[in-house]
């Protein structure tokens, strides 16, 4: 990408840092909401998308404080239709604290036979921590993999931080 390439991209989006338990983020935004959470450092600009990038804040600060507000508009420019049923079906069925195995996601979507295409759809996620795929565990408890912000540590402190038990890279489920 050229000098002026990189500027007309600043110019088109909005973006926005924010300091997390997990380190800097930054919200990438359009006027339609938002494109992408990275934690690829990125120069700030609040001239487009200003409502969506302030909701992402809040959405942040509220979720590190264990409680989850409504989530920030997301932009799901050029998506396939797979990759946007997979996300919403997860952000929607899978709440804070609670885990999915990749099987159970197939199932839930009603395409068994899809495991690695959701697994994928997954790995492809712009909204790390926002459409949780680090809730997303293999079908004997291990946490599995994670393109997420800082890979499977970071995997690992977001489900111990919704209050699971994890060791050795496995989810202790605590029986009575």
Request: charged content about 25%.
């Amino acid at each position: 990408m050229k000098k002026n390439d990189v500027m007309l991209e600043i110019f088109n989006h909005g973006i926005r840092k924010i300091d997390t338990p997990l380190g800097i983020l930054y919200a990438i935004s359009s006027e339609k909401g938002i494109i992408e959470i990275t934690s690829k450092k990125q120069i700030e600009n609040d001239s487009i998308g200003k409502l969506h990038l302030n909701k992402t804040e809040k959405w942040f600060d509220s979720y590190f404080k264990s409680k989850e507000i409504e989530r920030p508009c997301l932009d799901y420019q050029d998506m396939t239709g797979f990759r946007k049923k997979v996300l919403n079906e997860l952000t929607k069925e899978i709440t804070f604290g609670k885990i999915i195995s990749y099987g159970e996601l197939a199932n839930l979507l009603e395409k068994s036979r899809a495991v690695r295409a959701i697994g994928s759809a997954l790995a492809k996620n712009p909204w790390p921590i926002i459409v949780p795929c680090h809730r997303v565990v293999n079908s004997d408890m291990k946490i599995g993999n994670y393109s997420g912000i800082s890979g499977n540590i970071g995997k690992k402190f977001l489900l111990t931080h919704e209050g699971l038990n994890i060791s050795e890279n496995r989810i202790l489920i605590d029986t009575p």
